[in-house]
């Protein structure tokens, strides 16, 4: 691995002090006249805060404790620091022993804060609307309930209006782009687009505009999926061969239009039953040399992406209106968030959506996971048949244990046999390009990917993407480049992307002198989406507090339009924005760093911007980032409790 890589606090705290600045590793060197403590800090922020009382105060705990702060993290909140920013028994704020502890003293040892907050509240955002209106009504026209007396929702649209929260603000996004918002008297900014008697207005100039989305899931095919109706004839035959030990070969004769495609199955006796190999297919039409000649590995289209910037799949933060954002700043590919194969096949709504494609993603791919060949090659040839996409990339770097004690994600690399049926399974069913991510490997000291990456190019990948850093080490300690630049011959003629650290140009073309077809950025998007302008135009973007506010603003504006403007709507979009809020607030301004870049593995010091709203988003603190989501996204319910998903970003 990497010489001289130090375990960076990428899943910890960090908490600088006035006196600490560039040597202190792990920490960001910032300009002394901008460092502050803690305290400063936060009386700051108080001090402005009260000139805008926000409501984020109202949610807090009656005892006291404020509920938007992370239960994992409350007890630092409790311990009295020195001056020095270390508290009293010794430590570091960010979990370090320090040498010089007192005689006597035993340390107490402080475990990383790491993996995700199982525990935290989950409050889903059906829970704020009381009383909510039935469906039937809110559609246009106006359609009669199927339930009838029996329905749950409210039928009066009058109460309804009566007992409705106050519009959150005067504009509507959809309304204003769409000409009509679908969310009617639900909006919570109806009152831009409301009528006599609640009617639901529609600008007639600018004409009734469909949100530009692709990869939507169809009823029909989802109670298809869900009652197992259902037939893979190509997974199943490319899986007999492969259960043979036979290398899959061109398929016989299959209908292009099968059941899978929304059409019913004409012999409800052979649902879920596949055709011998050597009988007749059933057909629906004449068949074309499309249905009978399958394409060849070297006939698909190929995935040419070498030089171009690769935004990551990110799990919860990787959201449409998110890859919105990163394509308006310049990125060149993007990636849906890992979708669970079994899930897709269950025809599970929330699954489907992850697969979901806006029309300024020229270059769009989706990402699997599943740790069996059967399931995936299914879905691959599912997905195949139903969305729009450029590429499908296989998941073998998810590190979290609920994917990898099931044999999915990293655990794919120590099961070889399984991982070579997979890849094979799927490339042979797939008519687009089949990309793989994976890691260096499960142990850091034992590194698997130079050993994979020739059989891959044999198996069927056309592109793999490779993250310096195994399993063990999941997001601590520096990506090593020098293994990716090994890793680069062992995949040749393939192109092999690299992944890992890059949160500056110099970080990109540092990682391009090691021979990779391109780069992958993952969570320096997250720090500064703005990244890949800077790539582009090699570049230290010094943005201004008001710029990323916009930037946030267009985010809230995206959301709107992706997730709706209900309650609801309103409530995820919050709660992604919020999430996005934990990462972001990691960002140093160019303008305040002694030294340029700042690097992925250093955390921000306590200090104060060059003005108020620079400081606020650099708070590490969930109430301050509610109040934040408040100036855009109006006041929050009563009950709103947020705890950010991984326990890196629950600060204090």
């Known amino acids: 691995m990497a010489e001289g890589a130090t375990e960076a606090p990428a899943e910890s705290g960090g908490g600088g002090d006035s006196g600490a600045g560039a040597l202190e590793r792990g920490v960001a060197p910032i300009k002394p006249q901008y460092l502050t403590t803690k305290e400063?800090?936060?009386?700051?922020?108080?001090?402005?805060?009260?000139?805008?009382?926000?409501?984020?105060?109202?949610?807090g705990d009656p005892g006291g404790n404020d509920l938007g702060e992370p239960e994992a993290k409350r007890i630092r909140l409790e311990d009295e620091q020195t001056g020095d920013g270390r508290t009293e028994d010794g430590q570091t704020e960010d979990g370090r022993t320090e040498e010089a502890a007192e005689p006597g003293e035993q340390p107490q040892a402080q475990k990383r804060a790491r993996g995700q907050n199982k525990g935290r509240p989950h409050v889903k955002p059906t829970h704020y609307d009381k009383d909510r209106l039935c469906p039937s009504l809110v559609q246009e026209p106006a359609t009669q309930?199927?339930?009838?007396?029996r329905c749950r929702f409210l039928h009066d649209v009058g109460r309804y209006l009566a007992a409705k929260p106050a519009d959150l603000g005067p504009r509507c996004v959809l309304f204003e782009t769409f000409g009509r918002c679908p969310a009617g008297v639900t909006c919570r900014f109806a009152g831009a687009h409301l009528g006599p008697g609640g009617r639901n207005l529609v600008r007639q100039e600018q004409g009734v505009q469909a949100p530009p989305v692709r990869n939507g899931l169809d009823k029909a095919l989802q109670q298809q999926l869900r009652k197992r109706q259902v037939r893979f004839e190509r997974a199943e035959q490319a899986l007999r061969q492969l259960s043979r030990g036979q290398l899959p070969g061109p398929p016989s004769a299959v209908p292009k239009a099968t059941e899978a495609e929304g059409a019913p199955a004409q012999d409800p006796q052979e649902l879920g039953t596949v055709a011998p190999a050597s009988g007749p297919v059933q057909t629906c039409g004449a068949l074309t040399?499309?249905?009978?000649?399958?394409?060849?590995?070297?006939?698909?289209?190929?995935?040419?992406?070498?030089?171009?910037?690769?935004?990551?799949?990110?799990?919860?933060?990787g959201n449409l209106p998110f890859r919105r954002i990163c394509k308006r700043f310049g990125a060149d590919v993007t990636c849906g968030e890992m979708a669970v194969c079994t899930n897709l096949l269950q025809g599970q709504t929330s699954e489907w959506a992850l697969l979901r494609r806006h029309q300024c993603e020229d270059i769009f791919g989706v990402q699997l996971e599943g740790a069996f060949p059967d399931t995936m090659t299914k879905c691959a040839e599912l997905l195949n048949r139903t969305v729009d996409v450029d590429f499908v990339d296989i998941n073998v770097g998810c590190p979290i244990d609920l994917v990898y004690k099931k044999g999915g994600g990293c655990a794919l690399m120590q099961r070889s046999g399984k991982f070579q049926q997979i890849v094979r399974g799927m490339s042979q069913v797939l008519d687009v390009p089949l990309t793989v991510k994976l890691r260096t490997g499960v142990q850091e000291r034992t590194p698997l990917a130079h050993r994979l990456l020739p059989e891959l190019r044999t198996w069927g990948a056309a592109l793999v993407t490779l993250h310096g850093r195994s399993r063990e080490q999941r997001y601590t300690k520096l990506a090593d480049w020098r293994y990716i630049e090994q890793c680069v011959a062992a995949a040749s003629p393939m192109p092999l992307f690299g992944n890992g650290d890059i949160l500056s140009y110099e970080d990109a073309n540092r990682a391009m002198q090691t021979g990779v077809a391109g780069v992958m950025i993952a969570r320096g998007a997250?720090?500064?989406p703005w990244l890949f302008t800077e790539i582009k135009e090699q570049r230290h973007w010094d943005i201004s507090a008001s710029e990323r506010l916009d930037i946030l603003r267009d985010f809230t504006h995206y959301?709107?339009?992706?997730?709706?403007?209900?309650?609801?709507?309103?409530?995820?979009?919050?709660?992604?924005?919020?999430?996005?809020?934990?990462?972001?607030?990691?960002?140093?301004?160019?303008?305040?760093?002694?030294?340029?870049?700042?690097?992925?593995?250093?955390?921000?010091?306590?200090?104060?911007?060059?003005?108020?709203?620079?400081?606020?988003?650099?708070?590490?603190?969930?109430a301050d980032w509610i109040r934040i989501s408040e100036m855009l996204l109006g006041p929050v319910p009563r009950d709103f409790i947020f705890l950010p998903k991984h326990k890196a970003n629950a600060y204090k």
Request: with cysteine.
């Open 40 to 59: 400063r800090f936060h009386e700051f922020l108080e001090a402005k805060g009260q000139e805008k009382p926000s409501r984020e105060t109202e949610a």
């Open 559 to 622: 959301g709107l339009e992706h997730w709706g403007s209900d309650t609801q709507g309103v409530e995820r979009t919050r709660r992604f924005l919020l999430e996005w809020l934990s990462f972001l607030c990691r960002y140093v301004p160019v303008g305040l760093l002694e030294r340029l870049p700042q690097r992925l593995n250093e955390r921000p010091p306590y200090f104060l911007g060059r003005d108020y709203l620079e400081t606020l988003l650099a708070s590490q603190r969930a």
């Open 526 to 528: 997250l720090l500064k």
């Open 145 to 149: 309930c199927a339930f009838g007396a």
């Open 289 to 317: 040399d499309e249905d009978i000649v399958r394409l060849r590995p070297c006939e698909k289209r190929r995935l040419d992406i070498s030089g171009k910037l690769y935004l990551a799949p990110l799990t919860t933060c």
